[in-house]
């Protein structure tokens, strides 16, 4: 059993009180696609999951290892034993229509300049057929979760979100190279950079 109904009625409007800002919205795609943000502060998935219901009236899934999101019924648990298997988990995911979210820094970080990607969502999207989505987000990061919780319930400290222009990953010629996958990680980055206002690593 989830609670995302309750979630959606009860936590997303007292989140949504602290964004004051959402653009590109006309940017995001009827189907499935990949979600692609930077990632500053522990509420960033519930700030995203508000804008994107705001917009879209949709829900976003998160790719997640930890029990702690099961009742929000917005996580595809990745089992112990099963975490091999992620790509083709959220691959499924997204040819059923879903948005799957997903932080290619791979790590919260508050610092001006965006780290350098993982390359899991150039993975997905050249599995799946789907576009990926760069966004960015803006606002102030708390130091614990505590803090987050505390900002974000606040209105106090206000966070925007800025959806991008789609990205379609076009295969290369032959298997993908490291090199080939990096370099299509690296121009996700880029875009995601100048959405959220940071500095290319």
Known sequence: ???YPLARTLLLPL???NIDQVTG???LPAGGFILAPNHIDWLDGFYLAAAIESSLHRRTKFLTASNNYHWTGVAVQIPDQARGEILSMAVDELQRGSIVCNFPEGQRNSTD???P???GCVRMALLSGVP?????IIGESGRTFGHSVKLGLSGLHPVSVHFGHPIEVVPPTG???HEWLMAETQRLMVAIAK?????VY
């Open 117 to 119: 990607g993982k390359t």
């Open 15 to 17: 989140v949504r009180r």
């Open 195 to 199: 959405l959220c206002g940071k500095r």
């Open 113 to 115: 300049v965006i780290l």
């Open 1 to 3: 059993m989830t609670f």
């Open 175 to 177: 298997q993908p190279t």
């Open 25 to 27: 919205t006309e940017f």
């Open 132 to 136: 990926i989505v760069p966004t960015g």
